[in-house]
T-cell receptor
């Protein structure tokens, strides 16, 4: 069974631009969660999608948004990029809602650098 | 405010010894706790889950304890090997319908040959 895939793996953008990251979950998994990981803040929860609906949301500004498609693939978008958005963005998939004691399977991440 | 604390300093131990990592939390009532391993440049990999009504869980050389009175989980790796060198993250879950996992900042383990 193929694991969670994320594209692109690396990205360089400049301040003010926007970016879209993609995540393909493990086949059969309906939940996709997104996390931001930085050396200073660690792994922080962005949002979770399940059956095309956002089910949970972390404490991030509205510049961070996401969506999920009918095939469970998910995208997240960051608009008006700031230097502080430089981070490793990880997505994780699970069969059911992540909060329901489901094991989450993480992708390799997309490393975003904002200049 | 809610806080999850893991030793920020790296833990260095000799091969063959038992590594013990700590996860402390405040202002949480977790329904369960998970431990993940993360290697540089990779996403975390799930290791173990322990529920609030369980005291201890084992899997091969790994053992996790969960003390809801002390608000602490201990993660043990027995007979450690250099291949166990990685960052270990604890994550708290508050149950269905709640926000997804909240992660600690992780502890880096270095096992010396």
């Amino acid at each position: 069974k193929a694991g969670v895939t994320q594209t692109p793996r690396y990205l360089i953008k400049t301040r003010g631009q926007q970016v879209t990251l993609s995540c393909s979950p493990i086949s059969g998994h309906r939940s996709v969660s997104w996390y931001q990981q930085t050396p200073g803040q660690g792994l922080q929860f962005l949002f979770e999608y399940f059956s095309e609906t956002q089910r949970n949301k972390g404490n991030f500004p509205g510049r961070f948004s996401g969506r999920q498609f009918s095939n469970s693939r998910s995208e997240m978008n960051v608009s008006t990029l700031e230097l502080g958005d430089s981070a490793l963005y990880l997505c994780a998939s699970s069969r059911g809602l992540a909060g329901a004691q489901e094991t989450q399977y993480f992708g390799p991440g997309t490393r975003l650098l904002v200049l | 405010s809610q806080k999850i604390e893991q030793n920020s300093e790296a833990l260095n131990i000799q091969e063959g010894k038992t590594a013990t990592l700590t996860c402390n939390y405040t202002n949480y009532s977790p329904a369960y706790l998970q431990w993940y391993r993360q290697d540089p440049g990779r996403g975390p990999v799930f290791l173990l889950l322990i529920r609030e009504n369980e005291k201890e869980k084992r899997k091969e050389r790994l053992k996790v304890t969960f003390d809801t009175t002390l608000k602490q989980s201990l993660f043990h790796i027995t007979a450690s090997q250099p291949a166990d060198s990685a960052t270990y993250l604890c994550a708290l879950g508050q149950g269905a319908g709640r926000r997804a996992l909240t992660f600690g900042s992780g502890t880096r383990l270095q096992v010396q040959p």
